[in-house]
């Protein structure tokens, strides 16, 4: 079974892009507990000591991730990347709230690497979730609300095999019906780079990922390196 691919269009144009991919079933999601929360905080105090007064406009990873939001035509500035995102809030306000579990494991992971982490509820999606340019026919909804709206032609998105998008502008933002919540049990878990030592950062971040997922949430793992070589996670 197909879980997670890149369409050939996108690894044409794209050819250095690496993503790590876990399919996560069984677990717990809920409030995260005191020693992650614990984990999580000073986790945040370790990349605000590191970044100091580097433009994350500097930070290699984010950098790659701008170029590849303007090699489709979106200004990287007025739609940040998820980690570029994460890490703007943290260095303005100085910290990032909780939000649940699964969520706060795969934020605390993205702003350690500067990477986009995104964690999908399943119960949403039918098949394969597939990265590509969209067509413009594609369905989504903006988290926190329930309006349909449709991706501009050309833009990266990811949709599952019903055209529902789950990430619009490639990981600028999640949909509202993919997001993980209390009720999550099986959820597709997703890390992605571009820079020149993507592959080494992904295999790391993966690593962690589910070092923290089997601790904290239970369940049972399945993940998966794709590049242009090997485009699609098959469970």
């Not at 170029?67 to 500035?77: I, M, S, Y």
């Not at 394969?128 to 709206?149: C, M, P, W």
């Not at 050309?154 to 019903?162: I, K, L, Y």
């Not at 992605?192 to 993507?198: N, S």
Request: proline content about 5%; hydrophobic content about 40%; glycine content about 8%.
């Amino acid at each position: 079974m197909h879980i997670f691919q890149y369409d050939a269009q996108i690894l044409a144009r794209y050819p250095q892009i690496v993503g790590g991919a876990i399919l996560a079933q069984d677990v717990t999601n809920g409030p995260t507990p005191a020693d992650l929360q614990a984990l999580y905080q000073a986790e945040q105090q370790l990349v605000l000591q590191r970044i100091g007064s580097t433009p994350l406009s500097q930070i290699e990873s984010l950098a790659a991730w701008r170029r590849a939001f303007r090699g489709f035509g979106v200004d990287p500035t007025q739609y940040r990347s998820a980690a570029e995102a994460l890490l703007r809030r943290l260095t303005k306000k100085g910290d990032i709230p909780s939000i649940n579990l699964l969520v706060d494991i795969g934020n605390l992971v993205s702003i350690r690497y500067g990477l986009p982490v995104a964690v999908f509820e399943r119960r949403a999606l039918q098949g394969a979730v597939t990265v590509h340019f969209a067509d413009g026919s594609e369905r989504y909804s903006e988290l926190g609300e329930s309006d349909e709206d449709h991706p501009e032609p050309g833009e990266v998105v990811f949709s599952d095999e019903t055209k529902l998008v789950v990430a619009r502008r490639w990981c600028w933002r999640q949909s509202e019906p993919s997001a993980a919540g209390a009720q999550t049990r099986e959820c597709l878990i997703t890390i992605e780079a571009h820079h020149a030592t993507g592959r080494q950062d992904i295999e790391a971040a993966l690593h962690d990922l589910l070092a923290l997922l089997k601790e904290y949430a239970g369940g049972t793992y399945t993940s998966a390196i794709l590049d242009a070589q090997h485009p699609a996670f098959i469970c």
